[in-house]
């Protein structure tokens, strides 16, 4: 047998053999499609090509229809199959004596099977559709009798449904059998090669070109309906059938399978805002456009797990302004999840966090009118979540405040999504996005409801009389600050990355705030910052292992303090961007900042410049937020110290329109 000709499925995951969790670079290749794309092609080569569905935009997804429940519920039965129409091909089907419920996959759902090393696909069930397992079912369902009922109400009710362990070790079981859950159709087979590409590293911390981050494949199930079954060893009535559906839709809620906490899992049927107990913190109402991310294939895709991509990266950056980077990596985790520092041998692997989100939006509200590479949502709204609800009520108003604090910040500063650092070229370049189709740049996001934004009267900065963006970003620091322990705090200044000598203390006090203030310096002790790469000296405010911690803070390439960025501003009152013709022309005779340039990167490298048109609000005579004239420009810097970097610095400051307001 040629070795060519086994499948995909059944070859050595080695490289040059078959590495299907790994998408590299084809253009050089003859075969062009990804080990995933042949793998997927293979598993889908088993089924009639006459009845596979054909590749269709979002807006022709399947819509469900409801089945309503049936009293006849006596006992465990395996699915038979059920003859597709003028065809021989049989669907999987579950018996008669089987409760059934379709549930639609809001955007996307993955499950791991566990049987392919380093690869994450769903199980492979009966004729070879995925399959969602019973097991999985059980689980979800367990957790929900806690949250409906109340934690000993709970484990009674789940006892009863789903059964216990008794004291001599042995089992007893539940009346309800979980059956697993199948598609109903072939419209599965569509966009199953799912791309997960983490850019944290880079973007935030390190733009190391010699370890350049992976992007990795997986399968994952898109818009399908699945088919639930349940049965049970009693006979049930119509209430009590009503009384399961209601705790298993509890259980959608919370989502299902893995990566939830990232926008996956979640059904189109489920109304967060009916359910009893629910984990949700925040919703807020979103309109945005931008260029859109592509899949493995180049497909373009609206992916919603960019939202957390965002806000868990200037969770990191705020952190960073104020603690060492292993206690600001740690609690990101602690809020966001993720994976444990592999150099920290006391971490466990994987981490769930306490935060997790879903964008919920009308596929009719999504259009590619323009480009097919842009995308102009009219509304959606980001739903926040709590992914351990077993909080305290102080716990949970501590998390909807941080979750507001990372949103205004995100949406002030900056944009959600790929090409995030720059603005819309579409709504702010219309010149160069109808004459450049192949190249989409920027995004702009806005709030539907406007007393989320920031009311911004001024930009003018003193000490008696703060510029409102300065107070805004001291506010959100504040917020997030309360998550630093007191002795892993640290006070940035410019004294600290100078490696200037601290100046003598004068009249004025410089204190964190800090609920009770303890760790304020005392006039006989000694100054509390130095030059790096040491840190204060007090016990109290000294971090722990203080020779590993913090020792790159400082080249951390977007850690948020002063004077590591820097905010410009002005006011466009007439719309239109000023410096967005600077990322393509010269903005003072010969001086560029455009692409190749260490402001604005390059391809591979990640530049240290962000462009925000924030449309802006002001506060009137009355105290009443209105509207303003037209949008806050602004420029968000991380320095380098490089001529051209400089050159630019000293334009901003004595030849624009700008002003440097933090």
């Known amino acids: 047998m040629n070795a060519e000709d086994v499948p995909m499925m059944f070859r050595a995951q080695i490289d040059g053999r078959c590495q299907i969790q790994r998408v590299v670079d084809k253009r050089k290749s003859a075969e062009k499609r990804q080990d995933a794309e042949i793998w997927v092609d293979e598993w889908k080569g088993i089924f009639p090509k006459d009845l596979l569905p054909k590749e269709v935009s979002h807006s022709n997804q399947a819509v469900p229809n409801f089945q ?138 390190k733009d190391d070109r010699d370890n350049p981050t992976n992007a990795n494949s997986m399968i994952s199930l898109h818009h399908t309906t699945l088919k639930f079954g349940f049965s049970s060893t009693e006979e049930l ?41 629910s984990h949700l913190l925040l919703q807020i109402k979103l309109k945005g456009q931008g260029s859109v991310s592509t899949l493995v294939n180049k497909t373009p895709e609206f992916r919603p797990n960019m ?28 809020l966001w999840g993720g994976f444990a520092d592999k150099n920290n041998q006391d971490s466990k692997d994987t981490n769930v966090g306490l935060l997790g989100i879903d964008f919920d939006f009308n596929l009719e509200n999504i259009r590619f009118t323009y480009n097919p590479k842009h995308y102009e949502l009219s509304e959606g709204t980001l739903n926040i979540f709590c992914m351990h609800p077993e909080i305290t009520d102080a716990e949970r108003l501590k998390l909807i405040n941080t979750a507001k604090a990372i949103i205004k910040f995100t949406m002030l500063f900056g944009g959600i999504g790929k090409s995030w650092r720059r603005v819309c070229h579409k709504e702010f370049h219309t010149t160069y996005f109808k004459n450049h189709p192949d190249k989409v740049i920027g995004c702009h996001w806005q709030f539907i409801n406007e007393s989320e934004y920031y009311p911004i009267n001024n930009l003018e900065n003193d000490q008696n009389n703060p510029n409102n963006i300065t107070k805004y970003i001291q506010q959100i620091r504040d917020v997030i600050r309360i998550w630093i322990p007191q002795d892993k705090q640290i006070k940035q200044d410019v004294n600290l ?16 705030n800090i609920p009770n203030n303890k760790n304020i310096s005392k006039p006989n002790q000694a100054p509390i910052l130095k030059s790096p790469p040491k840190r204060p000296e007090t016990v109290q405010n000294q971090p722990q292992n203080q020779s590993n911690k913090n020792d790159d803070i400082t080249q951390w390439r977007e850690a948020w303090y002063a004077p590591k960025v820097q905010v410009w501003a002005r006011f466009a009152e007439n719309g239109k961007s000023l410096a967005i013709h600077w990322f393509h022309d010269a903005y003072k005779g010969n001086d560029r900042i455009r692409n190749p340039h260490i402001l604005a990167g390059k391809m591979g490298n990640t530049g240290r410049i962000w462009h925000r048109m924030y449309p802006r609000f ?24 490089s001529s051209e970097t400089t050159k630019f610095l000293a334009f901003l400051n004595e030849n624009s329109e700008f002003k440097k307001v933090w």
């Not at 990355?497 to 964190?512: D, E, H, I, R, S």
């Open 497 to 512: 990355l100078t490696n200037k000598p601290t100046q003598k203390a004068t009249n004025t006090t410089v204190t964190t």
């Open 237 to 277: 009535d119509k209430s009590e059938w009503d009384k399961i559906k209601k705790i298993w839709e509890r259980a959608l809620a919370n989502g299902l399978g893995s990566r939830v906490s990232a926008g996956y899992g979640y059904f189109q049927e489920i109304d967060y805002n009916h359910q009893e107990h």
């Open 307 to 334: 939202f957390k991509a965002a806000l868990r990266g200037h969770t990191l950056r705020l952190l960073a302004g104020m603690t060492d980077g292993d206690t600001a990596k740690q609690i990101t985790r602690k």
């Open 68 to 205: 309503q429940p049936i009293n006849k519920a006596l006992a465990r039965s395996k699915p038979n199959v059920k003859p597709a129409k003028n065809t021989n091909f049989k669907f999987p089907e579950f018996g008669s004596q089987v409760e059934t419920w379709k549930y639609t996959i809001k955007w996307r759902l993955v499950s791991n099977s566990g049987q392919d090393e380093g690869f994450i696909r769903p199980i492979i069930g009966a004729k070879g559709f995925p399959y969602f397992s019973g097991a999985s079912m059980k689980g979800a369902f367990i957790r929900a009798c806690k949250q409906i009922y109340g934690k000993e109400q709970g484990r009674i009710e789940a006892e009863n449904y789903c059964g216990k362990k008794l004291a001599d070790g042995s089992s007893k079981p539940g009346i309800l059998r979980f059956h697993g859950a199948y598609p109903v159709d072939l419209d599965w087979t569509k966009k199953l090669v799912d791309i997960v590409h983490s850019q944290e590293s880079k973007q935030v911390i």
């Open 618 to 641: 002001v506060t009137n005579e009355q105290g009443k937020v209105v509207s303003g004239k037209g949008y806050v420009e602004l420029l968000i810097i991380f320095p380098d110290e």
